[in-house]
Structure formats: C-alpha cells, structure tokens
Nanobody, 123 residues
Framework: QVYLVESGGGLVQPGGSLRLSCAAS????????MGWYRQATGKQRELVAS???????NYLDSVKGRFTISRDNAKNTVYLQMTSLKPEDTAVYFC?????????????????WGQGTQVTVSS
C-alpha cells in the first residue's frame, strides 16, 4: 500500500497563505503523477493542481497565479503553496498519487488518496 499523509491545513484570513504537504510512505516502487484535489461542502471533488513525474503541472483555472504545486522526489513529498486565499478556497484538500508498491510478492499499481486536511478561509 502507498500511504499519503497531508499536513498544513488550518484557518487563515482572506489574502493569507498556507502551505500543504503530503508525504507518501510504504514499499513504494515509483510515483507518477501527484496532485491535490479539494471538496467543499455540498460540492464535488475537483482537481486543484497536479504534477506529472516529468515535471508538467496543471492547475484549476480559479487558482492559477495563486497556487503552486511542487514535489521533492527524494522525499516522496508533494507540496501546495497557496497564496492570496479566498473564502471560496475553503474545502477539504486531498492528496492524490498514482504509483506502484511492492506487496511482498510483486508490483501493484494503483491510485491512492490521503485522508484530507481542512482549509478554511475566513475573517
């Protein structure tokens, strides 16, 4: 299994910044795309930002210019730097990774999710 643990969420005022981190652990053989999704109350989960293993990034239109995704492959960690936060950014943010792990017998590929971290933007 690949375990993803997010950290860095919290309460911030409009215009503020937060940095989310997601560390992957387990018998990881490789991680391909890693990214961040969010789900606001009563809404569907949406892709916020993604980073392929080749370094290509993709962003939700509403966060372009405000959010930056980055990753440290040596640490199997992906980050989301969020600036100029708005109340509409309030949501639970989930880390996602596509990769493979060793189950003791062979390679298993899959798509993995973290538990989520709450981000609340409010004055």
């Amino acid at each position: 299994q690949v375990y993803l643990v997010e950290s860095g969420g919290g309460l911030v005022q409009p215009g503020g910044s937060l940095r989310l981190s997601c560390a992957a652990s387990g018998r990881i053989l490789g991680l391909n795309a890693m990214g961040w999704y969010r789900q606001a109350t009563g809404k569907q989960r949406e892709l916020v930002a993604s980073d392929t293993s080749g370094g290509s990034t993709n962003y939700l239109d509403s966060v372009k210019g405000r959010f930056t995704i980055s990753r440290d492959n040596a640490k199997n960690t992906v980050y989301l730097q969020m600036t100029s936060l708005k109340p509409e950014d309030t949501a639970v943010y989930f880390c996602n990774a596509n990769g493979s792990y060793y189950n003791g017998f062979f390679r298993v590929s899959g798509n993995f999710w973290g538990q989520g971290t709450q981000v609340t933007v409010s004055s």
